[in-house]
Structures are given as C-alpha cells and as structure tokens.
C-alpha cells in the first residue's frame, strides 16, 4: 500500500488542520447515509458530531475517526420505513449497549480470528465501495425524473475540478507539510468555483446543514416487550456491524501508524457513543474507513484530531452552514479517490500469485461480497471459507509410522498429525483391528486432540480392538484426554516424564 503523505507523529496544530480537513469530509458523507437511512440530514450529522467526539475521547484508538456509515444505513432503512425514527433512536441505544457488553466481556480479542487475506479482502472491498458511491455525484436527474450520466463540458469542468484536486493533494507535501494537503486543495477548488462563478453542484445542493444543538430526548417509544422484539434483531446486526467495520478499521490504523490500539476499550467507546447518540437524535454510528484515512494522511494521530472533527462538524451546523454549504462537491470528490487510492491494497495484485489459491481466492470473495452486499457478512463468509479451507488441509495430515517392537512383538502405531472433527475420517481408515496382532499400542506422542470428536474417535477404536479380545494401550495422551475419555481409559499408559502437559479438549482462547 502507498501512503498519501508520509507516517508522522504529528502535533497538536497537526492533529487540529487534520480534524478540521476530516469535518469538511464528514459533512457529505453524513448527509448522503441519513438519507439512505429514510431520516433527515441532521440525524446523520449528529450521530457524526456525537459518534465522533466521544469515541474519540474514550475510545481504543487515537486518530481513528468515527461517524454515520453506510454499511449501518442500509439496515436502519428497513427499521424506519415499517416503523419510524423513534424505534431507530431505541435500536441504536439498545445496540450500544451490547456494544458496551461486548467490550465488558472482553470480546474484542476476537478479532484475531480474522485472516489476513480476509482484511485484505475488506480493504479492497471498502475502497472499491468508496469510489462506487462517488459515482452518483457524476449523475443528474432529468425531468423524466431518472438519473442521467453528465456529458458535455459539464462532466469535464467536474472532472477538471476532480483532477485538480487531487494532484494538489499528491504533489503539495513535496513542497511543504505545514498545512495538510486535502484541506489547502479544498479552499483553493472552492475560491477557484466563487472566483469563476462555476456552475458546479455544492454540499448545500445535497441539503441544508444548519441547525442547532442535539436535544436529549428519550425515544418515543412504548416500553414494552413487543417493543424489545421489534428493535432487538437490527440492534443486533447493527451492533456487530458497527464492531466489526470498527475493529477491522482499527486494525488497518494500527498497520499504517505502526502502533496497536485496544480492541475491548473501542468496543466499550463505540458503545457508549451509540447509547449517547440515540438519546440525542442521531442515527448511531462506527467507525469510518475512508475518514480515518484521510485523518491518517494528513498527521492526524492523536486524539485531538477526532475531537476537533466532531467540535468543527458541529460549528458548522450551529454557525457555518452557509459557508460550508458553498464547497464545491467536486473537491470532496477527488479528496474521497485520493483515499481509495491510498487504501486500495495495490500489492494484492502482485501477491495473487504467489499465495495459496484458497487465500487468494478469499481475498476476492470478500472484496466481491463487501461490494455486492456489505462488510459484516463479507467477513462472516470470508472466516467461515478460510476456516473451512483450514481445516480440510489440516484433516489429511493425520499419519501413522507403524512398526513391530522387537522386544514385546507389539505393533505400535506413532499418531502424527493433529486429530479434530475434519481428521477423524482419516485416522479410523489408518487402523487395522481385523488383522493386527494381539497387542497394539497407538503413541500419541506427535499428536494432539483439539475437540470431542477426536475423543470419540479415540473411544470408537477402543471398543473396536477390545471388541475382538485384543490388548490395546494408548501412550503419551494428555491428561485432560485421560479424564475425558469414556472407553479407553482404563488402556491407558500413564508416563508422568513425557507425557505431554498441554490443554487438549478444554482450550479457550486467551
């Protein structure tokens, strides 16, 4: 991956102009997902005010922006059509506090689990739905009432503006790194516009942003039963959403600044932001990729820069609305490609080769799924397919290296390979009961037993062997092994020197 401007442990004035140029970028954004969402301009722009400021201030990872997303407005859609806001205002408290509980419980850690071609995956994916949903600013309606491509010199004055605005982000920082390049190229296109009196579209095109302060309401809802049922299955996959787009971006942060943020703290942030949020009319909110990119890019590193994000965000809409509402679209437009460029994982191309097919291969599912639907099941499938692939390979390295001791004239099998439920195939097809002498001994010396299905195995071949009157002794099992196993415990042979001391059957992750 290139980065846009070189890593930095930027200043308070760093982390200041990075904010300030991160609320320009938030302003669109968060208009564009409230109406997505079926809600009105200020609900977006309050979640990103409130979202922002408080995970910024409490939340597991400095610099790190978060606000109103896509990926929760393609749900909230379906609850507000069938039942209104105020039933989105109660889902979005009810989901911070499973957020809360998440990070209380430690679940963060959790994301571990989550393959690198997976993240690879969700990065190209995010990057391609960035530049997707530029695309419409291209886009007009005509008095047919349906969306038209722009042609003509108006699709080349946008383009021109685009173009423009880009190049100054990417060539300004070899000039000087006073003053971060996405908000320099932002005033200069939106003088450029006044100067000129271009006919171009504005963020005041999209809808008015002023306002005033968010009241504190409680969502007017009844306090029922049948009220919980209705908001507790889109609390829930909002929640998950919301940690899951939040971690992962975390993670992605953690990579570019080469310092390590804290899951279960986000988790815990995330969550009191979106309880917060919903008691002030805000539509709730996780962190946002592109955002975070841009903060990342221009130096912003601390917690200052998602502070002053959310404090400027809210200064326009109480006192700037009408000058913010002049930007010019096309500037925010080259700032957001500018940030799929720096995000888009260019090296994954040259990899594709030389990686395994079945992560190459998850690595495009997850970027398709996160294009084609969204980001919390694109990397549900994704762990599933690289946990499926993990243990079909890891189900034919299961072994035997079979010989006859000389001294007992017993024949001793050396289990090799790990015994779980995707080996148990194999390892009762490396036995042979029917014809084996009188006295075996099966060595697990070089073998481990992760779950009860290994333990039935254990225990099916047992019975076998003592089915037909033969002696059976099974050496160097573990201890948690010997307890567990119904069968075959009495055969076996306990040698407190060797045999292994590890935690087979009741291991949980740390």
């Not at 100067?195 to 005033?212: H, N």
């Not at 690595?363 to 079909?392: C, E, H, K, M, Y």
């Amino acid at each position: 991956m290139f980065y846009l401007s070189p890593k930095q442990v930027g200043g308070l004035k760093d982390d200041v102009l990075s904010g300030l140029t991160v609320a320009l970028a938030l302003v669109p954004e968060a208009v564009a997902f409230a109406f997505v969402a079926g809600v009105q301009p200020l609900v977006g722009l309050y979640a990103a005010f409130l979202v922002g400021l408080i995970t910024a201030s409490i939340g597991g990872r400095p610099g790190m922006i978060s606000g109103a997303t896509g990926a929760l407005a393609v749900v909230m859609v379906d609850l507000v059509a069938r039942h209104g806001v105020e039933y989105l205002f109660a889902a979005v408290v009810l989901m911070g506090i499973i957020q809360i509980s998440a990070g209380l419980l430690r679940l963060g850690k959790f994301i571990r689990m989550v393959p690198y071609p997976v993240m690879l995956g969700f990065v190209n994916g995010l990057a391609i739905v960035i530049f997707l949903s530029q695309l419409q600013h291209f886009q007009f309606t005509g008095e047919d009432g349906q969306s038209h491509w722009m042609s003509g010199s108006a699709l080349w004055v946008l383009l021109g503006l685009v173009g423009l605005t880009m190049a100054i982000i990417h060539f300004l920082p070899r000039l000087t790194r006073a003053i971060p390049a996405s908000l320099v190229a932002i005033i200069v296109i939106t003088a450029m516009v006044l100067v000129f009196d271009m006919d171009v579209k504005t963020v005041g095109d999209l809808a008015s942003i002023a306002g005033g302060f968010p009241e504190f309401s409680i969502p007017g809802v009844p306090f029922t039963w049948e009220t919980l049922w209705i908001i507790l299955p889109y609390s829930v996959i909002l929640a998950l959403i919301g940690l899951i787009e939040s971690l992962l971006t975390m993670t992605l942060i953690d990579e570019i600044t080469s310092t390590r943020g804290r899951g279960n703290k986000e988790c815990v942030g995330q969550g009191v932001a979106n309880t917060v949020t919903g008691f002030f009319g805000g539509m709730g909110g996780c962190a946002m990729i592109g955002q975070s990119m841009i903060n990342v890019n221009s130096g912003g590193r601390g917690r200052a820069s998602g502070i002053t994000a959310a404090l400027c965000l809210l200064g326009f809409i109480l006192f700037a609305a009408d000058l913010i509402e002049m930007i010019p679209l096309a500037a925010l437009i080259g700032v957001m490609f500018i940030v799929v460029l720096g995000t888009f994982e260019w090296s994954s191309f040259r990899i594709l080769g030389k990686v395994p097919r079945a992560d190459a291969f998850v690595l495009v599912l997850v970027s398709a799924v996160t294009v084609a639907t969204d980001l919390a099941i694109a990397v549900v499938v994704g762990v599933i397919v690289s946990a499926l692939v993990f243990a079909w390979d890891h189900a034919k390295r299961i072994y035997v290296d079979a010989h006859i001791d000389e001294k007992t004239g017993s024949k001793v099998y050396v289990l090799n390979g790990p015994l779980f439920f995707g080996s148990v195939h194999n390892f009762k097809n490396l036995f042979d009961p029917q014809n084996d002498p009188d006295d075996v001994v099966i060595d697990f010396l070089h073998s481990r037993v992760y779950d009860h299905s290994g333990l039935e195995a254990i225990d099916a071949l047992a019975e076998r062997y003592l089915g037909l009157g033969k002696k059976l002794h099974l050496r160097h099992v573990s201890a948690e092994c010997r307890l567990l196993l119904a069968k075959a415990g009495n055969l076996v042979e306990v040698n407190v020197i060797e045999d292994p001391r590890y935690r087979v059957a009741t291991d949980q992750l740390g």
